[in-house]
């Protein structure tokens, strides 16, 4: 049976000022020890306009860019100072109980406590020479712990932020937290490409292809489609031959109040956008293999992102939607120019960081509500819709707040369009995938499936975890091919052959995949 650390209860320090004894007070309520000197200089960061300028606890800052290997900071410093007695809870009080577990005595403050031992005065410098390590070593805590922290810590001053932009309070509706699995597999778990897999398999790279072709005309646009009557006067040279020869008088009087037959020429549709790429992950809320897609998606995206405005496809869209979590858009025009010219398999470390960074994502992307982690989100649509098609009201619901059309209008502006479905299924072999697509296709509509690409990732549902877990890839083009990928081995144990050594080889090899799928779909091999 395992024990807590000893409570060593003593006064408090009659000369430490109102702040800073308030401080102490507050965390000793918690059963968190805080020595004087760390409480004066909480106090004080916690008071400054720029929080990162500290020199004790500001340098916690800097560790959280540092876990997540960003460049510069994870935010300016007014953002940060907002979210600063939240940080003290989120950050500071998990060291100093790391602290008094290590040290196996905890030295707290209380009214009718003793006057401070040597005892106490000595635990109490030792716990400040462990907070200044950890404020100074990663390892100490772990990147995930400062991982997650970052994403809490940016989440929260960006509620606050909110809040006070919409004066409305503080901290309006619940506090949401960063997902600390999904965090360290975004963050902590970059993609591994294999060198030797990259240099066997060919690299699909979708061809330049002129702005008409992209923005999908159809192949009567800009000639004789039909016949429509028209009262217009410029549309008489295209009056057909048999309202022309009608005698003057009834020419004009159909001119006038019926409208004459002329041939029907519809304009070239506007080139706007270039490619729809939604993911529709239906995955429970516990399952880690839609964990695993969601971090996947995150690092795909980026990546596609740039592969499209290297080849002037700027005019994109990539949608994520989930059957638990909030949904995701990126448009795929890029913030700077000197990013679309970036090897997309080529970012790693800081840049990848950086990037992922600042598409906008995050911390919302791994963020759930701390009030009710396990609540679906109710999924827009009919009920007795199918699951798919809501998926793809969902996806799209992100576009349509931005354009005043119908969801079909909007689906239909795309040149090119790509559906991933990604579920867990009871039989990985119950199914072809032509009858998966077929049942796919009917499950998406009229209105999603129309010229749509479709792709699925797919594996076994087992709950028990007794079958051995593979993710198994389909589409429709032929050049992609069909993707098998088991889950690395548990441990050091050695990966069986066509095995992934690691999650971050599994990672890879599915974001190679997803992109080749994708881009397969602008040239059309489907």
């Keep these: 049976m395992t024990t807590g650390p000893q409570i060593l209860l003593h006064a408090a320090d009659p000369g430490l000022a109102a702040a800073p004894a308030r401080l102490q007070a507050a965390f000793a309520q918690r059963h968190v020890a805080l020595p004087a000197e760390l409480a004066i200089s909480l106090a004080s960061a916690l008071a400054a306009r720029q929080p990162g300028s500290d020199p004790f606890w500001g340098r916690m800052h800097a560790m959280m860019a540092r876990s997540l290997d960003l460049s510069g900071a994870i935010g300016g410093q007014l953002l940060l100072k907002e979210a600063g007695p939240f940080a003290a809870i989120r950050v500071c009080e998990p060291i100093l109980r790391k602290a008094a577990a290590d040290l196996g005595q905890m030295p707290l403050v209380a009214p009718a406590g003793a006057a401070p031992s040597g005892t106490a005065s000595a635990l109490e410098a030792r716990i400040v020479q462990f907070v200044d390590t950890a404020l100074a070593d990663p390892a100490v805590m772990g990147r995930p712990f400062w991982a997650a922290a970052a994403m809490d810590v940016l989440a929260e001053a960006r509620t606050i932020q909110r809040g006070r932009m919409r004066h409305l309070a503080a901290t309006p509706g619940p506090r949401r937290i960063a997902d600390p699995a999904l965090t360290a597999l975004v963050f902590l778990t970059p993609p591994d490409f294999d060198p030797e897999r990259m240099r066997a398999e060919r690299r699909r790279k979708a061809r330049q292809i002129s702005l008409r072709r992209r923005a999908g005309i159809r192949p009567k646009e800009g000639g004789v489609s039909g016949i429509r009557p028209s009262q217009a006067l410029e549309d008489i040279s295209d009056a057909l031959m048999s309202e022309l020869v009608l005698p003057r008088a ?102 990848r960081a950086d990037l992922l960074m600042g598409t906008g994502l995050f911390p919302d992307f791994l963020a759930w509500d701390a009030e009710r982690p396990d609540l679906a989100p109710g999924l827009p649509g009919a009920p007795d819709w199918p699951a798919v098609r809501r998926l793809l ?46 049942r796919f296709e009917q499950d998406l509509g ?9 792709a699925r990732l797919v594996w076994q549902d087992d709950p028990a975890g007794t079958a051995p877990v593979e993710l198994l890839g389909q589409c429709d083009s032929r050049e992609v091919g069909e993707l098998r990928l088991p889950l690395p081995p548990a441990d050091d144990a050695a990966p069986d052959p066509g095995q992934p050594r690691s999650m971050a080889e599994f990672i890879g090899r599915l974001v190679l995949w997803m992109l080749d799928a994708t881009l397969e779909t602008l040239n059309g091999k489907a």
Aim: net charge positive.
């Design 250 to 351: 009834v020419f004009a009087s159909r001119l006038l109040h019926e409208g004459i037959l002329v041939r029907h020429r519809p304009p070239r549709r506007d080139p706007r956008r270039d490619l729809l790429a939604a993911t529709l992950l239906e995955a429970g809320a516990e399952d880690g293999m839609g964990l695993i897609l969601r971090a996947a998606w995150a690092d795909y995206a980026l990546r596609l992102r740039v592969a499209l405005n290297r080849l002037g496809l700027a005019q994109s869209d990539l949608l994520l939607a989930c059957a638990h979590g909030p949904a995701a858009h990126l448009p795929g025009q890029l913030e700077r120019a000197i990013e679309g010219k970036l090897p997309p398999l080529q970012i790693d470390g800081k840049l």
């Design 393 to 438: 009201r969902r996806a799209t619901g992100q576009l349509a707040r931005k354009d005043a059309q119908s969801e079909t209008r909007l689906i239909e502006e795309y040149g090119a369009r790509f559906l991933l479905w990604a579920a867990p299924v009871r039989d990985l072999s119950a199914e072809s995938w032509d009858e998966a697509r077929s």
């Design 446 to 454: 009229a209105e999603g499936r129309a010229g749509a690409v479709l």
